[in-house]
């Protein structure tokens, strides 16, 4: 009894959204448009014309990826994504070393793609960089404060301007092409004095932990799970509706950019805006320039929003001092917003706006990673006896497809930068003596995991159903009807 009043007096978020709405608000998060503008330019320079073999190569492991989240967030619904998801499967300490990586990402990719706000309104009005970025992260964590559902229509009217400027500019790039599409498969980069180089396999190995950072953000649906309704089967729709939708909208893209630069050195700039204005004129490089301004602005936006629901999901779990936890765990009595827990994301955001965040993109790639490479350990984990009998969506292929992710993604880390990989392993040496001097010898009370009761969960499945279960441990029926038996299993009445 006493249990379930301690369980009922947890603070709980509202079941608001479906599908659509949690597309919306996904979609918003890997900001596929952002990405394209913001990020790939680094790609170009670096890959140049086999940055959509590399983005499409990241898009397969993607696949992987979206299968074990899609499993594990329907299994375990919270707002804790990652870590809530690891910790319960695999224990605490993996839990909190998970939940450190997404705290790597939750504080320091806003400011990032939020610096890159006043270059693109350049052509209309010209803004310091550092303040500009500094107000669309204030910006966002107001608008972080407001109710969920409101939120995703908003950020749903962003996320339209952005496809149709991603739109305009594939158009243009298709239709000046200075290039054949050999080469997409066979690239080259820019040598510099007239002459190219190819693109080696190491070059697009090394490549796939930016490419993977510019998909990111399917796993936004994870961590909306405590706030959509029915989340055993909207949690896996929204997951891999996004993704395939978010790769079109960069991939198409990309490659019509690749095609259509004027030649390898533009491409290697990245000055995609330019791009565009030689393409067409002025005013549609200016509506390019202010598609991708708000493009950022709606990232920030719902990065805010899921980032601030980690924050108030360890503090719900008593990772913090307990005065930390009380504040963090507080919800706003208009909105359900975890109020606190916003501003904690937002205005530090800010204030990194003035910080020089460079080497920092890399360090968020290695996390990026280094979460998915705990998640894939988390999906081999899933169907253990404890777990195994959960009606939940399962992924085809188990357990070969998490176990072949795992290795490619170590393979990949091996290839980052020893910079990138010193600075995330200090973080987590630090994560670490502070779980064993603090955590750990609070166990009883500190970083209890927790995942809030579903209303809607299906019943789990009796001895008799063995067989059949055995049968989803397998892995090679397919995920659909395993969806459709949970779905049979749901109360004739919502709540």
């Known amino acids: 009894m006493t249990d379930t009043l301690e369980e009922n007096s947890k603070p709980k978020l509202t079941r608001s959204i479906g599908v659509v709405g949690g597309t919306l608000l996904t979609l918003s998060c890997l900001t596929p448009a952002s990405s394209l503008f913001v990020i790939v330019p680094d790609s170009f320079s670096t890959l140049g014309t086999g940055t959509a073999l590399t983005i499409t190569v990241a898009a397969l492991l993607c696949i992987g990826v979206a299968f074990a989240y899609s499993e594990l967030g329907t299994l375990i619904p919270s707002s804790g994504g990652e870590y809530a998801m690891v910790g319960t499967l695999m224990g605490r300490l993996a ?268 360090v968020t790639g290695v996390a990026v990673a280094g979460m998915y490479v705990f998640v894939a350990l988390g999906a081999l984990a899933a169907r253990r006896t404890a777990f195994k009998h959960r009606a939940a969506w399962r992924m085809p292929l188990w357990p070969v497809l998490p176990a072949l992710l795992m290795a490619v993604l170590l393979w990949v880390l091996w290839q980052q930068s020893t910079e990138s990989l010193a600075i995330t392993g200090g973080i987590i040496l630090v994560a670490v003596a502070y779980w064993a001097l603090y955590l750990r010898p609070r166990q009883d009370t500190h970083w209890v995991i927790s995942v809030p009761e579903d209303e809607q969960a299906p019943a789990p499945f009796h001895e008799d159903e063995d067989a059949d279960a055995d049968a989803d441990e397998g892995g090679d029926g397919d995920g659909d009807d395993r969806d459709e038996r949970s779905d049979a299993l749901q109360p004739a009445s919502r709540s």
Do not use: K
Request: charged share 10%; hydrophobic share 60%.
């Open 95 to 362: 839990g909190w070393l998970v939940f450190i990586l997404s705290l790597i990402v939750v504080m320091i990719v806003p400011p990032i793609i939020a610096l890159g706000t006043a270059d693109y309104l350049a052509p209309v009005v010209r803004l310091d960089p550092e303040f500009a970025a500094a107000a669309v992260m204030l910006l966002s964590t107001a608008m972080g404060l407001l109710d969920l559902r409101a939120n995703a229509w908003i950020t749903g009217i962003f996320l339209a301007l952005e496809v149709v400027g991603a739109a305009i500019v594939a158009f243009l790039g298709f239709t000046h092409t200075q290039r054949s599409a050999s080469v997409l498969v066979h690239p080259v980069m820019d040598g510099g004095q007239g002459h190219t180089s190819p693109v080696t396999a190491g070059l697009i190995v090394a490549g796939l932990a930016t490419a993977l950072f510019i998909l990111q953000g399917f796993s936004t649906a994870v961590y909306l799970a405590e706030e959509m309704e029915n989340p055993r089967r909207t949690v896996a729709r929204t997951v891999l509706w996004t993704l395939a939708i978010g790769f079109a909208v960069v991939i198409v893209p990309v490659v019509a950019i690749t095609l259509g630069a004027p030649d390898l050195h533009a491409l290697a700039g990245g000055d995609i805006a330019g791009m565009v204005q030689q393409w067409s004129n002025s005013a549609v490089g200016t509506f390019i320039s202010l598609c991708i301004a708000l493009a950022i602005v709606n990232a920030a936006i719902v990065m805010v929003i899921q980032n601030s629901r980690v924050v108030f999901a360890s503090a719900r779990d008593s990772a913090w001092p307990t005065p930390v936890n009380r504040a963090l765990s507080r919800l706003g009595r208009r909105f359900g917003s975890p109020w606190v827990a916003t501003l904690v994301v937002g205005v530090p955001g800010a204030l990194l706006c003035f910080v020089d965040l460079g080497v920092l993109s890399e």
